[in-house]
């Protein structure tokens, strides 16, 4: 069985893939960046994912922050990551989307925040580190050999404040101000 999962340079998405493979899923990538993609492209090596799609998304949160209240950028960003990873895992038969997230280490990982991004896609998300804590997720990466690979960078987008209880119907009309189905449409060309 197939899953995407959204492969980040940090610590978390590395041990989650690695704990699915486990489970007998074979895993294609999905790395979102900014600069250059070179840590993703050795941890996937290092892990055994064989296929990795990138996606540059600064022009998406560009659109994102022009557009939205600043609060929402994490869940509107994510929202859009979980699109794309369904769309992609359409034309791959993928069953599932994989993600490194667990509760309550940064503000879009809340239980009301998860339940928002859950709603933007049909697709099954699996999260198997959603009650790991830190120091477990970082044992396991270095027992894996991801930890010195990973990249600490923090995401320059990252509001001040961010919301931590978002309610959907808020979420939905902040997305009224995207344009969703052009943005996936000119970035899956």
Known sequence: MKAIILLSPGIDSPVAANLMQKQGLEL????????NHNAVDKIAKKIGIK??????????LTQIKNNTN???????????MYRFAENLAKKENAKFI?????LG?????????????????????????LCFDKNEII???????????SENKKCLFVPRH?????????IEKEESELDIKGIINSLNE
């Open 70 to 80: 600043p609060k929402y950028t994490c869940l509107l960003c994510k929202r859009m």
């Open 105 to 129: 280490q940064v503000a879009s990982q809340t239980l009301d925040n998860l339940a928002v991004l859950d709603n933007a896609v049909d697709t099954p998300i699996l999260r198997p580190l």
């Open 28 to 35: 294609i990538g999905l790395n979102f960046f900014m600069d």
């Open 162 to 170: 961010p919301s931590t209880k978002a309610k959907l119907e808020i």
């Open 98 to 102: 994989v993600t490194g997230e667990n």
């Open 51 to 60: 296929k990795v799609h990138y996606i540059n998304h600064k022009e998406i």
């Open 139 to 149: 044992d396991i990466a270095k027992k894996i050999n991801t930890y010195g690979l």
